[in-house]
Structure formats: structure tokens, C-alpha cells
């Protein structure tokens, strides 16, 4: 806030700190998770969201209850089950923390797609926000893979990817609406696909992955079209920024741009107890637990 896009993207952006919201907890959660045990854990991660959960940090209400429920002694399923009136949460949050994983296990698309769901199964059982959870990781761990391999795919045959390990449900058609407004106006994605604004993952992955999908190789100009979108800002910049910094890297490289110096700097610290985990093991796999902390970035 209090700057304009040109401003940011011209190296202006406003003074800090710049602090994190729900997004980045969870997310650090789960690459702690990786970093310390290799895996997702079902019980082991509901228990770490609970216990690091802060309201002040703009959780969704039914998310804060969902983890007040755990933690007062609601096995975790049957917590995430009572959310909506027995439904499940089809929410955006199960997607708005997956993409370290996603780029953790980049190398193996099935084991992207097992993990994502285990992770998003402990707060969303809704099919549509595990799909959406599936979808980010997917993103992330193909964009994880073209830096990898120096191949990346272009914007139609990256949707097409994802889409390809999607079921037939409202979310794959979504995704496939997004796919066909490739090189459409921001404001014309924004307004067909959704901007967050519901808080439902319907409502913002295939907006995120359209958005991903075109700026693939430009970190600060994904960022900016999620803030052009307005909507639910923080959690398409989290998804966003997970995707293509997976790819681009904080540095960025050859035809790359990647996070800026300066939004590292201004960004408040992210938790001690994520700063200061170390791995217990490297994944032969995927990228590894060292190279991915790296582009775990505030959102």
C-alpha cells in the first residue's frame, strides 16, 4: 500500500517492514515439515498449524476455528469435515502454502499430487480446495523443473500440464477457462477467472496460474499483475510468488528476474523457527530442502 504499480516496478516500493501474513506461517510450516522429515505428516502437521497459528495475521475465520477445534482435542478429519456444514472447506488457504512443497518434490509429478493432497486435507477436505492445492503444486514444481533443466515450457503447455493431472471437476474447468484468456487484459483474466475476492480456491488458483503461467520468468512483474487484480492480494501474491520464484530463483538468472534485492530487505524476518531449520536429509528428487528455503519469500 501507498505506492503505485509503476512505482514498485521502478524500484520504489513503500518503506517497511513489510510483514506476512497466514500465508507465509503455513507455508513455513510446511517447509519445515519437509526440511525436518522428508514428508507430510498428517497429525504431525495439524498439530504444528495449531500451535503456530496467529490470528493477527489475517487467518480466515473458518480456518482459525477449524485449528481451534484441533486444538482443544478435535482429531484433525473430523475438524476439517465440520467446516461448511459437513462439506469441508473448499477455500483458498490449502493452496496458498503448497508451492514450496510443489518445488520440493519437483522431479516427481505423482508425488507432487500425493503430497499436496495430504497437506491440504488437514485444514480443506472439500475436493475443490485439495484440487486447487494440487494445482499449485503442480505449477511449482514444473516451474521448479524448467529451471532445473534450462527447458522451461511455454504458457499454454504449462496450464496444459497441470490440467493433465487434474480430474474432471469444477476446478479443472477453470483452469482450462484460464488457459484459453492467455494474452488477455489482466482486468478481463481477473474478471472471468476470479481475484481471490470469494476465498474460495475456484475463485483464485486458475487466476494464479494464469498469472504464473505469463510471467514466468519475471518475479516483480507477477507480483504486479496480482496487485493490478486487486482481490484477495495477499494470498494470489503468496501463490504467485511461490510458482515463479520456484523458477526464477531470488537472484534470478539468464532470462530471469527474480526477487528483488530490496523487497528481501524490507520484508520483516520470517520465523525463528523456520530460520533456523536445517535438513535431515536432501531429496534425490526435487530440488532439496537448501535450495528451496531460499525462495521461500514473503508475500
Given amino acids: 500500500m501507498g505506492r503505485s504499480i509503476p512505482d514498485i516496478l521502478a524500484g520504489n516500493p513503500p518503506a517497511g517492514q513489510w510483514e506476512w501474513t497466514d500465508d507465509t506461517e503455513m507455508a513455513c510450516s510446511l517447509v519445515a515439515e519437509l526440511g525436518r522429515h522428508g514428508g507430510i505428516d498428517q497429525d504431525r502437521l495439524a498439530a504444528r498449524f495449531t500451535a503456530r497459528c496467529e490470528p493477527r495475521r489475517d487467518y480466515g475465520f473458518a480456518t482459525v476455528g477449524t485449528l481451534r477445534r484441533i486444538r482443544d482435542g478435535v482429531h484433525w478429519r473430523v475438524a476439517a469435515t465440520a467446516a461448511f456444514g459437513g462439506q469441508g472447506s473448499c477455500g483458498n ?45 503442480l505449477a511449482a514444481g514444473q516451474a521448479a523443473h524448467a529451471r532445473i533443466t534450462g527447458n522451461p515450457l511455454a504458457p499454454r503447455e504449462f496450464i496444459t500440464t497441470i490440467i493433465e493431472r487434474l480430474g474432471d471437476d469444477e476446478m479443472s474447468q477453470r483452469v482450462r477457462q484460464a488457459r484459453a484468456l492467455l494474452g488477455a487484459h489482466v482486468h478481463e483474466a481477473a474478471q472471468v477467472l476470479g481475484n481471490g475476492s470469494r476465498v474460495t480456491a475456484q475463485d483464485t488458483v486458475p487466476f494464479t496460474l494464469w498469472v504464473a503461467s505469463t510471467h ?25 510468488g511461490g510458482i515463479v520464484a520456484a523458477h526464477t530463483g531470488c537472484g534470478g538468472g539468464p532470462g530471469r528476474i ?15 523457527w523456520v530460520s533456523t531449520v536445517r535438513a535431515q536429509r536432501r531429496r534425490k528428487s526435487g530440488l532439496g530442502f537448501g535450495r528451496l528455503r531460499e525462495w521461500l519469500v514473503s508475500d
Fill in 93 to 137: 488457504g490449502a493452496a496458498m502454502r503448497v508451492a514450496p512443497l510443489g518445488a520440493f518434490y519437483a522431479s516427481d509429478p505423482e508425488k507432487v499430487v500425493a503430497e499436496a493432497v495430504r497437506s491440504a486435507q488437514v485444514t480443506h477436505l472439500h475436493p475443490e480446495g485439495v484440487a486447487g492445492a494440487v494445482a499449485v503444486a
Fill in 216 to 240: 514466468l520468468n519475471d518475479y516483480p512483474a507477477a507480483i504486479a499483475t496480482c496487485l493490478a487484480a486487486d482481490g484477495d492480494i495477499d494470498t494470489t501474491s503468496a501463490i504467485v
Fill in 258 to 272: 527474480g526477487v528483488p534485492e530490496a523487497w528481501v530487505a524490507t520484508r520483516e524476518p520470517l520465523p525463528s
